[in-house]
């Protein structure tokens, strides 16, 4: 049994800390933050982390949540001190995080930061179907992006079976969280003003061989990215062999226009009707009658749900990390049944 504690409970911590509460092999030693947000006592109080022990990120914090109906149980350092942990899932802020890397480095606990961190922070980017073997045995490792991670997912099984000469893809990004009222733009379209932008950099760093261009925009939506695919084969393929390949991958959901997806909107809602906590989505949603194959060229479009999506990369990254589980298949079988995906 892995003890796992996450640092920064927001819309990734929140979900992993949940996640990890649903695996068998793992134990949920708590969760820490520096201050009382909504969203921590939503999940402390009444949510899905009703009852798991709290402590602030550092005793500087403690007062921050007097009176505010949250138990502090203690602090992070004290907590990894005394040998109760072994693995940290880190969820804090871009700069945050690196803060607390030499924390995690003194007490000789493992550590997972996410995709918003710089990818030198450990020097180690995981995804569940391209590296999970090569963390066998590491300290650490950064859990890619959302928008990477959709990429990797759905590119490596083509580049796999039939190599891959060239990506590119254009990203429509979705502007914030949908409970974040502080930015976005409104009635703006934003253009990344760097080609190529970081998304292909950020897959480089777990697939360096791979040649991919990556261009992006932000518009005024909160439910989900959408990436327009175009890569070129080094061997022949069909638009029937391509779409059999996603219909077999695990956390990639083909979706039909024909049955009423027609956008984001029908697409966010299936996750609704299916029961899902907070209406997430962790798979890739291909639209079928995008999948098209012209010559060597393959093309599709993919919805990215970007808060949930990395969730059970996260849970795949501790049993690669800590040994739980060393078939990369039966860890992703094990994560996807606790979490219904």
Known sequence: MVRVVVNGVGAIGKRCAHAVKLQKDMSLVGVSDAFPSSILKTNLLEGALKDVPFFVSSKSFKNNFHKTGIEVNGDLPSLLKSGKVDVVIDATPKGVDVKYKRLYQVNKVKYLFQGGASDNITNLSFNSFVNYDSHFGQVGTRVVSCNTTSILRTVFPIYEKFGVRQVNISLVRRAVDPWNSKNGPVNSIVPVMRVPSHHGVDVRTVLPELNIVTQAVKVPTTLAHVHMVHLETNEATSTDE????????????????????LSTGEVMERARDLGRWRSDMPEVVVWDETVKVIGSNVYWIHAVHSESIVVPENVDAIRALTGLESDKWKSIKKTDKSLSI
């Open 242 to 261: 391509v779409k059999n390949i996603f219909e077999k991958l695990p956390r990639v959901k083909l979706l039909k226009a024909s049955d009423g997806f």
